[in-house]
């Protein structure tokens, strides 16, 4: 059995706790390896280790930093296919989402390959006689990083690359489901030429994230995962002093209006719904068709679509569409939903339940599940599913499709199809969720943005990645400087010895 470690100072190294956590195959459900799970001296021990690192890193010129990207950026290309078989063989996503997991990764490494641009500060002259102004960004010191399973090289590529390439020391704490990418990409990073203790990959369960919210060295946390464990981190890092972002779970809507290109809208539910087994915060899982002609008119058409999809390993080519589920019990917790659903009335359209796939009976599997004439009041509406089920949720106006977005307790992401520019102006402008796609369905926003939901899917008050990741990773010194008259004042003429 593979036995998973931990990254410090520059090696893998075994845990010594004796406690593991199982990593399975969503495939096969069998164990393929187990992660040690850290003791509070083995992260006492990376902590302390990161804290002496950060000193000489954070001296380290910004642009030698940014060049530490440059080269990370390089060897993450050229391992593509090799990090992506990874976070397919313990997440179960197929190679191209996985290369494309990677991708969006890599993508804020890029960006933070500027990040002395970021990092300048701000200057006033003369705001006073002799007096100049000067305010320094100064990193944190040593930061964590807390993530989820269902990104496994995005999300701990969206904490480290800013929080090192702004001075910091991080130890990152990767999801124990899925935790060998991050410990690939860290020796990438030691190749690229980060110094060693600056990334510490301490694997491990909530007694990890508990010594890092309640550990005094540790300055700020950038957690990813759901909702209650965002909340809670959130308040434990707040009354420890800490700075704390931490985003959460989500129930993204889609509106299709009467005028929208129905084809093309459906063909954006199946992708956004169905797509990593709708294992993605930012999947939509909730079509709000407004007037009953359009609902009727987009259920014919995602029907079709929604029996073809091919379900499967992922290695089983790439024409595959989605694979299985994180683990057992979230396949019994998606299955339950889709059985509370039909307990509540909603109508099963397409029904995933008793998919199974010769050779993999024991994988995660859930076909994929179309819910019809849902209402605000049911279980398959009120929670994150977190699988391949899409329901829809009939609106009679605008108003009432909106309405829906506005008062569910999630504001992560959120799209409209339609043909009218004043109606999509006007979605923008008035909806309370935090990234809003227009006629697009997964509106995650490019790197030299940031990310980041309202309500219900995010505690704290900067984004993740782009320059909000700079205001957060760094602190702001504010320095008022006078030099008092020089020689110039008073001056004499006369040649004569100096006193
Ligand atoms: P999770 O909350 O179970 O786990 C996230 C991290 O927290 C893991 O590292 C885990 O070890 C740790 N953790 C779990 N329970 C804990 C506890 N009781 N105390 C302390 N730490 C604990 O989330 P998950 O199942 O890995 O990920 C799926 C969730 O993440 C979904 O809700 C999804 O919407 C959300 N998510 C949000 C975003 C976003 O940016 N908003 C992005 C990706 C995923």
């Known amino acids: 059995m593979q036995e998973i470690g931990h990254w410090i100072n520059g090696k893998l190294v075994k845990g010594t706790s004796g406690r593991f956590a199982e990593v399975f195959n969503p495939a096969t459900g069998e164990v393929q390896a187990k992660v040690a799970l850290a003791s509070d001296a083995e992260l006492n021990h990376a902590i ?10 954070a001296a380290t010129n910004p642009q030698r930093r940014a ?7 390089a060897l993450i290309n050229a391992n593509m296919d090799k990090l992506a078989e990874l976070v397919s063989r313990e997440h179960g996503k197929t190679l191209p989402d996985a290369r494309g997991d990677v991708q ?8 933070c390959m500027g990040a002395p641009a970021m990092l300048k500060g701000e200057y006033m002259d003369s705001a ?21 399973f269902n990104f496994p090289a995005m999300i701990p590529l969206w904490k480290m690359a800013p929080a090192l390439s702004a001075g910091n020391a991080m130890i990152l704490k990767p999801s124990e489901r899925v935790p060998s990418t991050s410990l690939l990409l860290a020796q990438l990073l030691q190749e690229a030429g980060l110094p060693d203790g600056v990334l510490q990959v301490v694997n491990g369960d909530k007694a990890v994230v508990d010594g890092l919210l309640d550990h005094p060295v540790i300055q700020g ?4 995962g759901s909702t209650p464990i965002a909340q809670y981190i959130y308040g434990r890092a707040a009354t420890n002093g800490k700075r704390a972002q931490c985003f959460g779970g989500a129930k993204n809507h889609m509106i299709i209006m009467p005028d929208a290109d129905l084809d093309k809208a459906a063909d954006a539910l199946v992708g956004a719904g169905f797509g990593a087994a709708g294992e993605r915060c930012m999947a939509i899982s909730v079509a709000v068709p407004v007037g009953e002609k359009t609902a009727d008119a ?25 694979g299985p589920v994180i683990t057992k019990a979230s396949q019994d917790r998606i299955l339950g939903l889709i059985n509370s659903g039909v307990d509540q009335g909603a109508k099963l359209v397409v029904d995933g339940r008793g998919f199974k796939l010769q050779g993999y009976e024991n994988g995660f599997f859930v076909g994929p599940s179309l819910f019809d004439n849902v209402t605000a009041d049911m279980e398959i509406y009120k929670q994150e599913i977190f699988g391949p089920v899409l329901t829809q949720v009939r ?40 990234m809003v796609g227009i006629n697009f369905p997964i509106p995650v926003p490019l790197s030299y943005f940031s990310f980041g939901g309202w309500k219900r899917s995010a505690f704290g008050d900067l984004n993740q990645y782009g320059p909000d990741a700079f205001r957060f990773y760094t602190k702001t010194k504010t320095v008022t400087a006078r030099w008092f008259s020089g020689i110039k004042e008073g001056a004499s003429l006369n040649f004569k010895a100096l006193d």
């Open 48 to 57: 302390a280790e990161a804290a002496k690192a950060q000193v000489a890193w």
């Open 128 to 148: 006073g006689p002799g007096i100049d102004l000067y305010a320094m960004r100064q990193p944190l010191g040593v930061v964590a990083g807390i993530t989820p």
């Open 298 to 322: 987009l259920i014919e058409r995602l029907v079709p679509r929604i029996e073809k999809l091919k379900v499967g390993p992922y290695t089983a080519g790439e024409d595959v569409d989605f």
């Open 221 to 224: 946390i950038g957690f990813v």
């Open 67 to 73: 060049r530490v990207m440059m080269a990370f950026g």
């Open 395 to 434: 609106a009679k106006t605008y108003d009432d499709a909106l309405k829906l977005v506005m008062d569910n307790e999630y504001g992560n992401g959120t799209a409209i199809f339609t043909a009218d520019g004043d109606t999509a102006r006007d979605f923008a402008s008035r909806v309370n969720v935090g």
């Open 104 to 111: 969006r990764g890599l993508e804020v490494v890029e960006v």
